[in-house]
């Protein structure tokens, strides 16, 4: 199966007051597509630097990183952009959604952005509310949806 993610020797350092913190040491990964992956640890453990990374919200310290078999360690930030644009979907804690829109206007919204045409964000944001299972809840608002 093709390998999606391939992370060798990532670290990544942040500088808190006069200390180095280490907070990603030596981490390689390997996610083939269609493999799932939840990352677990304690607070402060890497986890947010590790999802900034594979996110390309950030870039490691050293290491080498291929999403989709591009270099994403050499990437400049306009490569970094349209790689989130294209390749990187989140979902945040907070999820960010617009009240004043429904489900599907807000799933349709981030594909109007990238250039889709209104017909075709439309029906790709059926398709994925059908395979969530969700289809009764496409009129409404985040405010009349469950959190959990």
């Given at each position: 199966?093709?390998?999606?993610?391939?992370?060798?020797?990532?670290?990544?350092?942040?500088?808190?007051?006069?200390?180095?913190?280490?907070?990603?040491?030596?981490?390689?990964?390997?996610?083939?597509?269609?493999?799932?992956?939840?990352?677990?640890?304690?607070?402060?453990?890497?986890?947010?630097?590790?999802?900034?990374?594979?996110?390309?919200?950030?870039?490691?310290?050293?290491?080498?990183?291929?999403?989709?078999?591009?270099?994403?360690?050499?990437?400049?930030?306009?490569?970094?952009?349209?790689?989130?644009?294209?390749?990187?979907?989140?979902?945040?804690?907070?999820?960010?959604?617009?009240?004043?829109?429904?489900?599907?206007?807000?799933?349709?919204?981030?594909?109007?952005?990238?250039?889709?045409?209104?017909?075709?964000?439309?029906?790709r944001s059926i398709d994925t509310?059908?395979?969530?299972?969700?289809?009764?809840?496409?009129?409404?608002?985040?405010?009349?949806?469950?959190?959990?």
């Open positions: 199966m093709k390998q999606i993610i391939k992370m060798n020797g990532i670290n990544k350092y942040y500088t808190v007051g006069d200390s180095r913190l280490h907070a990603l040491k030596d981490i390689s990964l390997q996610v083939s597509e269609g493999e799932f992956l939840a990352i677990l640890g304690p607070s402060g453990s890497g986890k947010s630097t590790l999802m900034n990374m594979i996110g390309c919200m950030d870039k490691a310290d050293s290491g080498t990183y291929y999403l989709d078999e591009i270099p994403i360690h050499t990437a400049k930030e306009k490569q970094l952009t349209e790689i989130r644009n294209e390749k990187i979907g989140f979902i945040f804690q907070k999820y960010h959604l617009i009240p004043t829109y429904n489900v599907l206007q807000n799933i349709v919204m981030p594909l109007l952005v990238r250039g889709m045409s209104l017909k075709e964000a439309e029906e509310i059908r395979m969530l299972g969700i289809e009764g809840r496409i009129h409404h608002k985040p405010r009349e949806l469950s959190g959990g």
